[in-house]
């Protein structure tokens, strides 16, 4: 397995002795010599070695070069057996771990392979193939069919039935003796918007018993009488042509011109129209699709329907298959009988002969064949041994056979090898036996028995020759013959390809607009469902709302009435402060006292007298606000509990810690007055003075409360404002939720029956501009093609008118042209002839003028008309002359070619043989000469030896030679086109001037002058 290369130095190197004391070397620096004696021997030794080295590589160079037959072993040449058996030893256990490393991953792949087959193969009702074109490359697919489980089977039945019964009573609602209570549970009527003759709506055949299926029978009765008309002529046309043909002779019929006949005869339209009238009757019509039942019902069907197209597909691809089986079958039988006719013909010449190719059967796919293996298969030594033995056997079988075979020995002994008589001998196959006799002695010296029987023999060959010749037309006719059926045959299956390949594509169009069709059914289906999760979540959503703006408008009542009670708490206030406050009063307060009205008059402008601001805090400012936050919060802890903080529940940095918590006692509001004991007037006692205090101190307190009151009130009303807005933005999300939901209701309830139709049109009658990936349609519609025709034949009227108009328009301008150019052309005429008579008046009356006047013109004509055709005749015959001249010259130098061809064939074959004597007298010579040495062999394949001067010098001849020759041939060709080009110039001399230069040729005499 392993090529070792024993010239490489570095894997082979010399035996070298090792060094003596070198690890003692190694404790100490002292160089060790080696003795003059030990030095020689190993210098010997390495010369001796190295002598057996080179000796070895020339024997085996030499062996390499040998012949087959003296080649030894590479072997035989191997001197280390220790190496070589642990080389050997090393590869065969790398091989043998290499063997179980490839055997592991070969069991994988085919575990792998198995579970494959098992998991997508097996399943396969119908596997995947292809039909191959003859002569191109165009190839109809199957279509893979699954195997349907008996579950699946079941499942469809059922639906069948269900639709069955569904039909059943939709047919008793519709009949005349149905309760009138009933009819009305009819959702769609068809008669209501369509007409019946909407064909380009997928999957609608209108239900029996209505207007639209009654245009509809209508419309397709007469496409149907429409393409029997056509299938009719298309018949008339192909008999009168079959007729033609048969009338000018008749064809040889085989095998295979009836095959698919039957498949090619029929009318218009595909085969799949067949299961369209058997699955219709299951089918919902587009119309129908209202419910989700409804659209799972229709996509089984579709789904079922789409499988019998891919089934009825396959049957007319089986039965394809079988055609092209017997048209390969009857082209081979052809293709046979074309070789026997080339090798009775004795031409050599290859035959294609058809086959069928791997994609076409489809289970190619799990066979490997052995030229897909791009590596050589490896064969152990047991397997070659085995084959080797077996071969062997075969062989000896064969020729004991060979030597036994008593059948075939008779047959040579009494039939000459063959069982054929002479009238079963085809005349090419017969040989007319000439006796030496007839080529030895010449028909002078013959005797007449001997011409008699020459006379006979060549009445023989010639009677030979002419059957040879007619078999020979015969066998070619037939040749001919078989070539066209071939060419038919062929062509007929190119015929039923093609078919088949357009029946593919209608078979796609229609089973993947199904499959396109369940596809939007099942996005139809999922945009319910997703409708139905909107609608659901909306209501929650609504129902949510409505309990928020129910708590929110609680909350703003109750807020409303605490309001109401603290508002009438603070209008108390407002009126004791308003009374403490008033000066009434302050006087009855000083009725019972001995002041006099000035002094009561002073003391009530002090009482009066506006607390100074920027001296101390203004009416206890911290502990009033204060005071006000705890009783609006306590005001609104009926509403809103709050939590009761203690002081150890205070978090450093909080802004709001006296939320919840109660006032204490010492931070109630403190009334300081600025009205010093100073400030007394003058007559006013003490006791009034502290009176006047005690009223100040009185009213003081009162304005505090209704200013406290009041900053609650306006908490309070902030506070109210907040819920109020609140409760409004509460509403406005129950509003907004609730008209999104009677949106989506209204969304739902038009999606119900607008329902998705898929449209079936050609391609020229789209007129949306066509995108680049997916055309947009959602903005265009349907017009209906009778509107089209009616614009279209107003728009033709119109340009008829129009023609019609311009027409006129034209005539009568040309009548005017035609007018304008009458009189322009009499104006010329009237010109030219007064022209004409100014020349005749001007005239010079000669004699050659009478004679012409006086009728003498015409014997002149006649005599130049003779005189050329005597010269046409002339020029004709000298043309024949040449044409027969040149024509023998080429037959001449035809046959001349054809000899020297012979002759260069015969001695082509002559130097092939001289070749192979030389060779093998030079072989025979090279094994019996010495090894080496000897003179320098040049040539072809006959390795003469030559003196390399003589060869030098007969290059040069032969070099000089053939210059010579092409330099004669350039003259003799100068010469004969300077001799072509001196006769055209005599010849276009003797157009000018006279010349005498044909007194000096041998020609004909010119006939036209005697």
């Known amino acids: 397995a392993f090529e070792l290369d024993d010239t490489d130095v570095n894997a082979f190197p010399a035996w070298v002795p090792p060094a003596a004391g070198a690890d003692a070397a190694k404790g100490d620096d002292e ?53 070589r058996d642990a080389i050997g030893a090393k590869s065969k256990e790398r ?60 499942i469809t039945r059922k639906l069948r039935m269900l639709r069955k019964s569904e039909q059943l009573e939709f047919q008793m609602l519709k009949d005349s003796s149905c309760p009138t209570e009933l009819k009305k549970d009819m959702v769609l009527d068809v008669d209501h918007f369509a007409s019946g003759k909407e064909q380009y709506v997928v999957n609608w ?73 058997e699955e219709q009757k299951y089918l919902y019509e587009p119309f129908e699709l209202v419910t989700n039942s409804r659209r799972r019902l229709q996509i089984h069907l579709l789904q079922s329907l789409s499988a019998d197209y891919r089934m009825h597909f396959n049957e007319l691809f089986k039965a394809c298959q079988g055609d092209k089986r017997n048209i390969i079958d009857g082209i081979k039988e052809k293709c046979s009988r074309i070789r026997q006719i080339l090798g009775e013909l004795q031409i050599e010449e290859e035959v294609p002969e058809p086959k069928l190719q791997e994609v076409e059967d489809c289970d190619s796919v799990l066979k490997v064949q052995d030229h897909e293996i791009a590596v050589e298969k490896w064969i152990s030594p047991e397997e070659r041994k085995a084959r080797d033995e077996a071969a062997a056997k075969e062989e000896e079988r064969l020729r004991q056979l060979r030597e036994n075979d008593a059948g075939q020995r008779a047959l040579v002994q009494m039939m000459g090898g063959t069982l054929k008589t002479k009238k079963d001998l085809t005349p090419l196959e017969i040989v007319l036996d000439k006796e030496a006799w007839m080529d030895e002695i010449p028909e002078d010296d013959m005797t007449e028995l001997q011409k008699a029987a020459f006379t006979e023999y060549q009445a023989k060959e010639k009677a030979l020759a002419e059957a040879q010749d007619a078999y020979k037309k015969q066998l070619s006719a037939e040749l001919k013959s078989l070539r066209a059926g071939v060419q038919e045959l062929t062509l007929q299956f190119e015929g039923l390809l093609k078919r088949l390949h357009h029946e593919r594509f209608a078979h796609d169009a229609k089973f993947l607009c199904q499959e396109l069709y369940c596809a939007r059914l099942q996005l139809a289906l999922l945009q319910n469902v997703e409708d139905n999760l909107v609608r659901e979540q909306a209501e929650l959503d609504l129902e949510g709302s409505k309990g928020k703006v129910m708590g929110c408008e609680q909350r703003v009542n109750d807020f409303t009435a605490e309001v109401q009670r603290v508002r009438g708490d603070q209008d108390d206030r407002a009126r004791y402060e308003k009374e403490v406050s008033s000066a009434q009063h302050f006087r009855q307060a000083f009725a019972n006292s001995t002041l006099e009205a000035n002094a009561i008059t002073a003391l009530l402008q002090l009482f009066r007298k506006k607390k100074e601001l920027g001296k101390g805090k203004s009416f206890g400012e911290e502990p009033m606000m204060t005071a006000t936050r705890s009783t609006a919060r306590k005001s609104v802890s009926g509403i809103f509990p709050t939590k009761i903080c203690k002081p150890l529940d205070v978090v450093v940095g909080d802004p709001y810690i006296d939320l919840g918590a109660e006032p204490p006692e010492s931070l109630e509001p403190q009334v300081e007055d600025d009205i010093k004991p100073e400030d007394c007037p003058e007559g006013v006692d003490e006791e009034s003075f502290k009176r006047m205090h005690e009223l100040r101190a009185e009213k003081l307190r009162a304005e505090v409360e209704v200013a406290k009151g009041a900053m609650v009130l306006s908490e309070m009303g902030g506070f109210l404002s907040h819920l109020e807005r609140e409760c409004a933005d509460a509403k406005g999300d129950r509003d907004r939720l609730e008209r999104e939901l009677r949106e989506h209701k209204e969304l739902m309830n038009r999606e119900l029956y607008d329902i998705e139709i898929l449209f079936k049109l050609k391609q020229g009658q789209v007129e949306v501009p066509q995108a680049a990936v997916v055309t947009d349609y959602s903005d265009a519609i349907v017009i209906d093609q009778e509107v089209v025709e009616s614009r279209n034949r107003r728009i033709t009227d119109l340009g008829k008118d129009k023609v019609h108009i311009l027409t006129k328009i034209k005539e009568f301008r040309k009548s005017l042209s035609l007018l304008d150019w009458e009189h322009e052309m009499l104006a010329l005429q009237t010109t030219d002839l007064e022209e004409r008579t100014k020349d005749v008046h001007m ?37 024949e002359k040449k044409e027969q001249a040149l024509k023998k010259q080429h037959s001449m130098v035809s046959h001349a070619a054809k000899l020297r061809k012979n002759e260069n064939t015969m001695l082509e074959k002559k130097l092939r043989e001289l070749q192979q004597n030389v060779i093998q007298r030079e072989h025979i010579r090279r094994l019996r000469g010495p090894a080496g040495g000897g003179q320098q062999k040049t040539g072809g394949g006959g390795r003469v030896e030559e003196d390399e001067g003589a060869a030098k010098a007969a290059r040069a001849a032969f070099k000089e030679l053939r210059s010579r020759q092409r330099l004669m041939e350039a003259a003799k060709k100068n010469t004969e086109e300077i001799e072509i080009l001196h006769k055209e110039l005599d010849r276009l001399r003797q157009r000018t001037f006279p010349s005498f230069v044909q007194l000096h040729e041998d020609r004909p005499s010119n006939p036209d002058f005697r």
């Open 95 to 154: 091989c043998d771990a290499l063997r179980a490393e490839i055997e592991h991953q070969n069991v994988a792949r085919q575990l792998i392979r198995d579970r494959l087959i098992k998991e997508f193969w097996d399943p396969m009702r119908g596997k995947g193939c292809q039909i191959t074109s003859l002569t191109s490359t165009l190839a109809v697919s199957n279509y893979p069919e699954r195997t349907v489980s008996e579950e699946e089977s079941t």
């Open 843 to 879: 005239l010079r009356v000669t004699k050659d003028l009478q004679s012409l006047l006086k009728g003498g013109e015409e014997g002149r004509n006649k005599a130049e008309s003779d005189l050329l055709e005597r010269k046409i005749e002339h020029l004709s015959e000298a043309t």
């Open 31 to 83: 160089e060790v010599e080696l003795s003059e004696e030990a030095a020689a021997k190993r210098k010997l030794m390495t010369h001796e070695i190295e002598a057996l080295r080179k000796k070895l590589r020339i024997l085996v160079d030499h062996n390499s070069n040998a012949p087959d037959l003296e080649k030894l072993d590479r072997s035989e040449f191997c001197v280390d057996f220790e190496e």
């Open 205 to 277: 055949w209108p239900g029996a018993h209505s207007k639209a299926s009654a245009a509809r029978a209508k419309q397709l009765a007469d496409a149907e009488a429409e393409a029997k008309r056509i299938a009719a002529e298309k018949k008339a046309k192909e008999d009168a042509e079959k007729q033609k043909e048969k009338d000018k002779g008749g064809k040889e019929k085989d095998k295979g011109e009836e095959i698919g006949v039957k498949m090619m005869e029929d009318g218009g339209g595909t085969s799949a129209d067949s299961i369209v009238a």
